[in-house]
């Protein structure tokens, strides 16, 4: 916040933050500074590709598509990986997510118009019951430690994580608006 007015505002001196303790590890740390970092072209190229390979071999049908699916989309981690057959629906500009409050982190109903792309991976994913990407068990599938691993290893990007495209994505169209708000030319 303090940083924020600093720039926008200019007219705060103070930090409302200043004397305040914070306890925390490195790990805590760690996280919130990997948490900032995300996907450049060359990276996500790499793991477009990486995916591609992936398809062609043993892996699971879902783990391309659901990389794929997100790097179009940028929807949370729970969103993809939850995401129910019901919820995706024809409108008059042509396919969107319905999702309901009880799915979405803030609580609200929230939808999504789809670009072709992303309808075209959903169209390939052949899955049984309610889930488009199941697990094993019925319920959502897990992107482990195994994909990520194989994505990290056949792409070289080593800080490779499904989040890191919503991040990614909100980097981009934050870009794309100047100092006061407005869109650049």
Same mark, same amino acid.
């Given at each position: 916040?303090?940083?924020?007015? &600093?720039?926008?505002?200019?007219?705060?001196? +103070?930090?409302?933050? #200043?004397? %305040?303790?914070? /306890?925390?590890? &490195?790990?805590?740390?760690?996280?919130? @500074?990997?948490?900032?970092?995300? @996907?450049?072209? &060359?990276?996500? *190229? #790499?793991?477009? =590709?990486?995916?591609?390979?992936?398809? #062609?071999?043993?892996?699971?049908?879902?783990?391309? $598509?659901?990389?794929?699916?997100?790097?179009? +989309?940028?929807?949370?981690?729970?969103?993809?990986?939850?995401?129910?057959?019901?919820?995706?629906?024809?409108?008059?500009?042509?396919? =969107?997510?319905?999702?309901?409050?009880?799915?979405?982190?803030?609580?609200?109903?929230?939808?999504?118009? %789809?670009?072709?792309? #992303?309808?075209?991976?959903?169209?390939?994913?052949? $899955?049984?019951?309610? %889930?488009?990407?199941?697990? =094993? /068990?019925?319920?959502?599938?897990?992107?482990? /430690?195994?994909?990520?691993?194989?994505?990290?290893?056949?792409?070289?990007?080593?800080?490779? $994580?499904?989040?890191?495209?919503?991040? /990614?994505? *909100? *980097?981009?169209?934050? &870009?794309?608006?100047?100092?006061?708000?407005?869109? %650049?030319?």
């Amino acid at each position: 916040f303090f940083n924020y007015c &600093e720039i926008k505002i200019k007219s705060v001196k +103070t930090s409302p933050m #200043a004397g %305040l303790r914070f /306890t925390f590890d &490195e790990q805590d740390l760690f996280r919130k @500074h990997e948490d900032l970092i995300y @996907h450049n072209d &060359e990276e996500l *190229t #790499a793991i477009w =590709r990486a995916i591609e390979k992936m398809a #062609a071999g043993d892996w699971s049908p879902f783990v391309e $598509s659901i990389v794929k699916f997100s790097m179009l +989309t940028g929807l949370r981690n729970a969103n993809v990986l939850g995401l129910q057959k019901e919820w995706i629906k024809p409108y008059d500009c042509g396919i =969107r997510i319905e999702y309901p409050k009880s799915a979405m982190k803030m609580k609200r109903d929230w939808w999504l118009p %789809l670009s072709p792309q #992303a309808v075209d991976v959903l169209n390939r994913v052949q $899955s049984k019951g309610p %889930l488009v990407f199941p697990g =094993r /068990t019925g319920k959502p599938f897990d992107f482990g /430690t195994n994909a990520r691993t194989t994505v990290r290893m056949l792409s070289g990007v080593g800080n490779f $994580s499904l989040k890191r495209f919503r991040k /990614t994505i *909100t *980097t981009r169209l934050n &870009e794309l608006r100047d100092a006061d708000g407005n869109l %650049l030319p």
